[in-house]
C-alpha cells in the first residue's frame, strides 16, 4: 500500500476509535479465549466465562477505562478466587494498565499501575509459589516490568496525543485570528473609502453651492460670469461623479458585494452580528420608535457604531466585551458604545483626538450638527456617545 492510501487508511480509523476498539476486543478473545479453550482441562466453562470477562471491557478501553479496567480487575480477582489455571486472556490487564495511563485521569492511572504491580504480585503468589523462591522473584518481576512497560507506554501515548490537541488549538486559534485580520482590514478599508466619499461629496457640494450663489449673484450683471459658474458646476460635478464611481467599484469588487455602499441605522444589527461572529461579545438595545431620518445622519451613525467596534475589537480582543445602544428621541438619534475596560489602555493613547477613528467621527457628528465624546469609562472601560438630529446636514 503505498503513501496516500495508507494515510487515508489510517485517518478512516482514527475517525471510527470504537469500531477499532471492538475489532482489538474480538481479536484478543480469539487469540486468548476461544484458541486454547480446549487446554483448560477440567474448567473449560469456567474458563471461557473469565476469558470473555477479560477480553470484553476492551472495547470500552477509550470511551470508558476506569470502568472497564474494574471490569478487569474483578474478572481478575474471580479467576484467583475460582482456582482455574493461568489463562491467556490476562494480557487484557496490561492492555487495561496502557488504557489507564493513556486516556484516563491522572490518578486512575496511577491507581491502574498500583493495582497492576499488586497483582503481579498475587499472581506470582497463586501459580508459581510451589516452585522456588528465585522463580517466584523472577516471575513477580517479569509481570511487574510487563506492567510498568505498558503503563509507560500508555504514558507516551498521553503525551502524544496532548501534542496533537495542542497543535490543534494553536491551528484553530491562529484561524481564528486571521479572519479577525482579514475582518479588522476590510472594516478599516470601507471606512477609509468611507472617509474618502465624505470628502468627495462634501468638497465638491460646497463648491458647486458656492459657484451657484456666486452665478446667480453675478447673472444680472455679468452674464459671462454666470457662464463660467455653470461651467465650474458641471466640471466639479463630473468629477465629484467619477470619483464616486471608482470608489464604489472598489466597495462591489470581489466578494465585498455583500455590504451596501451606503448602510444605515437599520443595517447596524447585521453589523453587531458581523462583529460578534469575529469573536466579540457585543449587545445591542435599541430604545424607542425608529423615526424617519435623513440618509446622511443614519450614515453618520452606522460608521461612528462601526469605527468604535473596529476599535473595542481592535484593543480588546476576540474575549472583550461591548454594547452598542440606539436610543431614538422625538428630534435625534442618540447612541452609545461602552466596553468592558480590556482595551481601556490602549484607547486611552488615542484619546487625545489625534487618532483618525475619533477625528473621523467627530467630523461625522459635526457634518449633521450633531455632537459625539469618547474617553474612559468610570470605573475601566472606554466610552462613545453621540447625538444626531434627525435632520440632514448643515
Known amino acids: 500500500?503505498?503513501?496516500?492510501?495508507?494515510?487515508?487508511?489510517?485517518?478512516?480509523?482514527?475517525?471510527?476509535?470504537?469500531?477499532?476498539?471492538?475489532a482489538l476486543a474480538c481479536l484478543v478473545g480469539l487469540v486468548t479465549v476461544v484458541a486454547p479453550a480446549s487446554s483448560y482441562y477440567g474448567s473449560e466453562g469456567v474458563a471461557f466465562v473469565l476469558g470473555v470477562a477479560l477480553v470484553a471491557p476492551l472495547a470500552w478501553r477509550r470511551r470508558a477505562p476506569v470502568q472497564a479496567a474494574a471490569v478487569v480487575t474483578?474478572?481478575?480477582?474471580?479467576?484467583?478466587v475460582l482456582g482455574t489455571d493461568f489463562l491467556a486472556a490476562n494480557v487484557s490487564a496490561l492492555l487495561m494498565v496502557y488504557a489507564l495511563a493513556a486516556y484516563?485521569?491522572?490518578?486512575?492511572?496511577?491507581?491502574g499501575l498500583a493495582l497492576g504491580l499488586f497483582g503481579a504480585v498475587l499472581a506470582s503468589l497463586r501459580w508459581y509459589s510451589a516452585n522456588s523462591s528465585d522463580a517466584l522473584l523472577v516471575t513477580a518481576s517479569a509481570i511487574g516490568?510487563?506492567?510498568?512497560?505498558a503503563w509507560a507506554l500508555g504514558r507516551v501515548r498521553r503525551s502524544r496525543l496532548g501534542e496533537v490537541a495542542g497543535l490543534a488549538e494553536r491551528a484553530r486559534l491562529l484561524e481564528v485570528e486571521r479572519e479577525q485580520e482579514m475582518r479588522l482590514a476590510a472594516?478599516?478599508?470601507?471606512?477609509?473609502?468611507?472617509?474618502e466619499m465624505h470628502d468627495v461629496v462634501a468638497h465638491s457640494l460646497s463648491v458647486v453651492i458656492a459657484q451657484a450663489d456666486g452665478g446667480r449673484y453675478a447673472g444680472r450683471t455679468d452674464p459671462e460670469a454666470a457662464t463660467g459658474?455653470?461651467?465650474?458646476?458641471?466640471?466639479?460635478?463630473?468629477?465629484?461623479?467619477?470619483?464616486?464611481?471608482?470608489?464604489?467599484?472598489?466597495?462591489r469588487e470581489g466578494p465585498g458585494e455583500e455590504y451596501a455602499p451606503q448602510p444605515d441605522v437599520a443595517a447596524v444589527p447585521a453589523l453587531v452580528e458581523d462583529v460578534r461572529a469575529s469573536g466579540l461579545d457585543v449587545d445591542l438595545l435599541v430604545e424607542?420608535?425608529?423615526?424617519?431620518?435623513?440618509?446622511?445622519?443614519?450614515l453618520a451613525a452606522y460608521r461612528i457604531v462601526q469605527e468604535s467596534l473596529t476599535n473595542v475589537l481592535k484593543h480588546a480582543g476576540p474575549n472583550g466585551r461591548a454594547w452598542v445602544r440606539l436610543h431614538w428621541r422625538p428630534d435625534s438619534l442618540e447612541l452609545s458604545v461602552l466596553d468592558d475596560g480590556r482595551g481601556a489602555a490602549a484607547a486611552v493613547a488615542e484619546s487625545d483626538g489625534r487618532g483618525q477613528g475619533l477625528r473621523g467621527m467627530h467630523e461625522r457628528a459635526q457634518l449633521h450638527r450633531g455632537r459625539m465624546e469618547a474617553g474612559p469609562r468610570a470605573g475601566g472601560g472606554w466610552r462613545v456617545h453621540a447625538v444626531l438630529p434627525l435632520g440632514g446636514a448643515r
Open 1 to 22: 500500500m503505498d503513501g496516500p492510501l495508507l494515510e487515508h487508511a489510517l485517518d478512516r480509523l482514527r475517525a471510527r476509535p470504537f469500531e477499532v476498539d471492538v
Open 74 to 80: 474483578v474478572a481478575g480477582l474471580a479467576e484467583l
Open 104 to 111: 484516563a485521569e491522572r490518578w486512575a492511572s496511577r491507581a
Open 145 to 149: 516490568v510487563s506492567v510498568v512497560a
Open 187 to 195: 472594516t478599516a478599508e470601507r471606512a477609509r473609502i468611507a472617509r
Open 229 to 251: 459658474a455653470l461651467e465650474a458646476i458641471a466640471a466639479t460635478g463630473r468629477q465629484a461623479l467619477t470619483d464616486m464611481r471608482a470608489l464604489l467599484g472598489v466597495l
Open 288 to 298: 424607542g420608535e425608529p423615526r424617519p431620518m435623513a440618509a446622511g445622519p443614519q
